[in-house]
């Protein structure tokens, strides 16, 4: 049973564009909602978090919002480049942080 | 400062052979945990280590082992390889599991595992 379910597997858009992954979970126990970027070869990289406490967080071009009710959040890439292409994935924790649950991924392509 | 290191980089095998992937955290983390990536997915939970002991465990089977060394580094065994073990190994450290933000998980650059 697939505890975070992301969504869609694969994204392109034009640079400048505003892409958006979503993400949904059942176990209303997770309280650390984080997203990775990953790109070929290397290992995911924590991009920005999110708690249940907050609806939206920013760093930089980086955006979560986060619908508790709903159990789902989202990332929003702004003013997307070329080298934000890369492979990105959601994540969900309880607040003992032993055990990480990852959906399954969205290839992002930013065309030039 | 040195991000999480693992060892090697990659690395090729026979089936029925057994494996030993390294992984150096974070100067001052003491919690390592470790994931299976296999291509296209996302990575898939194993173990975490926090303080010599078991923190976590993931659903794999028991040809899966690991230990944290009192440096806090870390190793993960695995016997019996299968082919379907074929995978991207990832190492993740942090500061304090239980500790709020201090629980974020750092990844290291993994270990290409190819069991033929």
């Known amino acids: 049973q697939q505890q975070v379910k992301q969504s869609p597997q694969s994204l392109i858009v034009q640079k400048g564009g505003i892409p958006i992954i979503n993400c949904a979970y059942e176990?209303?126990?997770?309280?650390?909602f984080p997203w990775y970027q990953q790109f070929p070869g290397k290992g995911p990289a924590l991009l920005i978090a999110?708690?249940?406490?907050?609806s939206e967080k920013k760093e930089g071009r980086f955006t979560i919002s986060f619908n508790k009710s709903a159990k789902q959040f989202s990332l929003h890439i702004m003013d997307s480049q070329p080298g934000d292409s890369a492979t990105y994935f959601c994540?969900?924790?309880?607040?003992?942080?032993?055990?990480?649950?990852f959906g399954s991924g969205t290839k992002l392509n930013v065309k030039p | 400062d040195a991000g999480v290191t693992q060892s090697p980089t990659h690395l090729i095998k026979t089936r029925g052979q057994h494996v030993t992937l390294r992984c150096s955290p974070i100067s001052g983390h003491k919690s390592v945990s470790w994931y299976q990536q296999v291509l296209g997915q996302g990575p898939q939970f194993i173990f975490q280590?926090?303080?010599?002991?078991?923190?976590g465990r993931g659903n794999f089977p028991d040809r899966f082992s690991a230990r944290q060394f009192p440096n806090y580094s870390s190793e993960l065994n695995v016997n019996a390889l299968l082919l379907g073990d074929s995978a991207l190994y990832l190492c993740?450290?942090?500061?304090?599991?239980?500790?709020?933000?201090?629980?974020?998980?750092?990844f290291g650059p993994g270990t290409r595992l190819t069991v033929t």
């Open positions: 994540a969900a924790s309880k607040h003992n942080f032993n055990k990480f649950y």
């Open positions: 993740a450290s942090s500061l304090d599991p239980e500790g709020g933000l201090a629980g974020e998980q750092y």
């Open positions: 176990n209303t126990a997770f309280d650390y």
């Open positions: 280590y926090y303080e010599k002991e078991e923190r």
């Open positions: 999110i708690r249940p406490d907050v």
